[in-house]
């Protein structure tokens, strides 16, 4: 007991120095002594937002719902919504753990030393989880409470939500680490990654379907009664403390809770026992890859072919890296999972038959909007925001080509709005026609408006990958600087939420018989395009630049 | 190499006027003048960090200089940039290319990068077959060695014929066959009005296939010539020995071997 203790004590004091590195950069006595003000300001700063966000977010919901008719729409939504994000962390948890045990050597470092490689684990495991924890904290609980609010639930409820949100994360990540464990062992090294990134997604999908429909079938027959599903205790645990019920609450809590833990136990015992027997691998992860033949495209006319653009060959050269590089596949992926459970959980069975009008029909153009462009965003992070720091050191080859700047942007830009653009209209016009029941016109106005959306998104994003990129990343480490991961997204949501604001402007009642609605419309596209015409007056030159100066790696 | 330069000796295929690259305080390349000509086999000579690499960054228009132009063929690279650029192939010392595409696929991008429309598909087929690639082509670029890697960037700046050909320590990781493969490859394309510029600090090369070497230390040039030339000139000075003109110009030990090589032959 006291060698464990002491183990830990080592992972701990190990830990706790990483983190005040990353939270306290500098290490200067002055910035040593104000650092702890520094976290507080900020704990208390960051705390006061959130609080207010999720508050706002409860007397929107009121309102937008008059204040009655909200549960039937609430409480399934907190059944569902802590598992559909364990789902999600479970993926990400996948990639992150699939890391640890590879490309990132320090487990083979501690794995050498007399730790008892349980603690090692653990820790591996816990920190994976408590990152989580930390982002449903800034994430979910605000929205959480805003549901609260929403449903005047009390104090209980939102302790149930804390307790829900730290411990939601726990037995995905325990799964996660099951599952990474168990895939490493069958896949070659240098395959591992992009290998356990594709399984995750393919188990993270069945989990969903599974859960989800579970979620559904067990709430309409076990209404009040006790679930035996126990991924979606934490869901009834939220609804029993929204109807006061704090028994239940506590029962269901208590439960998942005690699993999350026997689960976490489970996965640091069987991956500590298959990594001593040598039973999986980690920390061997080469430059090997497979030396197999590739599949060719078809051969191709032999003739002189026709005139083709100039940023052509740099589109089909982003498509054939693309479909080689899983990993990115299977992020890609990921957002349209959530996104089309989420339209058939939100929109389903009950309202197909007759349009929506009034209040409500408000109420879910705003989701469909919302959804929508946080889906453009997602997606456009993972694909726009690197696509120049994925060139890496490779970039010289683009600085010798004779194409101008200005097309290498273009091709860029086209690359990655193509499949987007594409695929939100087709959701988009399917949702808007078949459940608002828009006129072919307002579908019409409201595609338009996507498309500029996610032009000027696009447009934005490669822009502030390609001001901040990361060129010396070698393989799948991050393509882009911290800064361009903060910018980016926090713009980018930005963006959405103004033209979120236009458009609902712009269907604002006519009846006041004034021309506010036609601005705002306008000024949806006088926005976008000002955007798309800035980073095409900017962007070329920011590229010269960066094909020709010393930040180049050589 | 279907384009017959006729007009050779003559023309000016590089022309780097007064080259100055500083990096924050340094200076890395210090007032470099390089002339090389249609047909003609330049060799740029120097020890570890002498600024080789840099002056041809700053020659095929990756780098810009802090002070300085450069010509090819007439075409200033930065204001022609395009135009200028379509006449260059540059491999660079550590050739990083497109890890997730197959040789044919790179050689075929390049091609099409380059603009290159008639022919494109065989001139692919030919230069892979040439280099010995065609077993490995459809294989992806990332599992292949220093070496094949070094041949398939070779293929990829052949494949749109350039009047300028620049090579920054070609010989790296290339095996006796292909190193022989390389030296024949580069006679040919002189032979035929191309112009070749080759950084190395290995001195059998240079001598064996370079009409003109210039001597590159401390961001300067500090002897440029033919190797004969160089040789005689040396001879004719004062009563130092070779050896010790050329350490004093370059003040290296590694230039002291370069210089036994240069006699010894
Ligand atoms: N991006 C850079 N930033 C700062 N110094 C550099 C950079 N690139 C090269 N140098 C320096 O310039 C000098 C010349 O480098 P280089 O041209 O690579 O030499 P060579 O190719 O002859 O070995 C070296 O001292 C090197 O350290
Ligand atoms: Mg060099």
Sequence with gaps: MNAVAHDAGTVLRLRARILSRLLLPRFTPEAQRVAPYRLLAMLVVGGTLLSLFGITLGHFLSVAFNGQSLRPFLLPALVWSPTAAAVGIFFYAVLSLSATFTYRNDLSLLMLTPISPRIVLADKLFAVSASFSVLMLVVALPDLVGAGRALHAGMGFTIAALVVVLAVPLPAASLAMLLSILVLRWLPPAKARAGTAVIGTIVAAVL??????????????????????????????????????????????????????????????????????????????????????????????????????????????????????????????????????????????????????????????????????????????????????????????????????????????????????????????????????????????????????????????????????????????????????????????????????????????????????????????????????????????????????????? | MNREVTETGTREVLAARGLVKQYGAFTAVDGVDLTVHAGEIFGLLGPNGAGKTTTVNMCTGLLRPTAGTVRIDGLDVEREGRAAKRLIGYVPDEPYLYEKLTAREFVHFMGELYGVRSRLDERVEELLNYFGLLDAADNLIGGFSHGMKQKTGLCGMLVHDPLLLVLDEPTVGLDPKSARLLKNTLLTLAARGRAVVLCTHILEIAEAICDRVGILDGGRVVAEGTVEGLRQAARGGSAESLEEVFLRLTGGDEEGLVVEALISS
């Design chain 1, 208 to 554: 969903s379907t599974v859960a989800q429909t579970f979620g559904d079938v067990t709430m309409r027959l076990l209404w009040g009664n006790v679930d035996v599903v126990p991924a979606v205790w934490p869901g009834h645990a939220l609804v029993a403390a929204a109807d006061g019920q704090i028994g239940p609450s506590v029962l269901y809590l208590l439960s998942f809770v005690v699993l999350s833990l026997g689960l976490a136990a489970l996965a640091i015992d069987r991956a500590a026992y298959l990594l001593a027997s040598g039973w999986a691998v980690y920390g061997e992860v080469g430059r090997r890859s497979s030396r197999g033949a590739v599949r060719m495209a078809a051969p191709r006319r032999t003739e002189a072919r026709a005139r083709r653009p100039e940023w052509w060959p740099v589109v089909r050269k982003e498509w054939l890296t693309l479909r080689r590089d899983p990993k990115l596949l299977a992020q890609l992926a990921y957002p349209l999972l959530i996104e089309g459970y989420t339209f058939y959980h939100a929109f389903g069975n009950p309202f197909t038959a007759h349009p929506i009008t009034g209040r409500l029909a408000r109420f879910f153009a705003a989701s469909l909007y919302l959804s929508s462009s946080m889906t453009a965003l997602f997606l456009l992070s993972v694909l726009a925001l690197p696509i120049v720091g994925r060139e890496g050191r490779s970039l010289y080859l683009l600085g010798l080509a004779p194409v101008r700047a200005g097309y290498l942007l273009l091709a860029k830009v086209l690359f990655c709005l193509a499949p987007v653009v594409a695929l939100l209209e087709v959701l988009l016009i399917t949702m808007a026609a078949r459940l608002l029941g828009m006129s072919v016109l307002q579908t019409v106005y409201v595609s338009a408006v996507l498309v500029a959306l996610v032009t000027a998104l696009g447009c934005w994003l490669v822009c502030v990958g390609l001001i901040w990129p990361r060129l010396t990343s070698d393989g799948s480490r991050r393509q882009v600087h911290g800064t361009a991961l903060m910018v980016g997204p926090i713009s980018g949501g930005i963006l959405c939420t103004v033209i979120g604001f236009l458009l609902a402007g712009s269907f604002a009642d006519h009846s006041a018989s004034s021309l506010a609605p036609y601005a705002s419309g306008a000024g949806i596209f006088v926005l976008t395009g000002g955007i798309v015409a800035l980073v095409f007056r900017i962007g070329p030159r920011i590229f010269h630049n960066l094909l020709t100066d010393d930040r180049r790696p050589v």
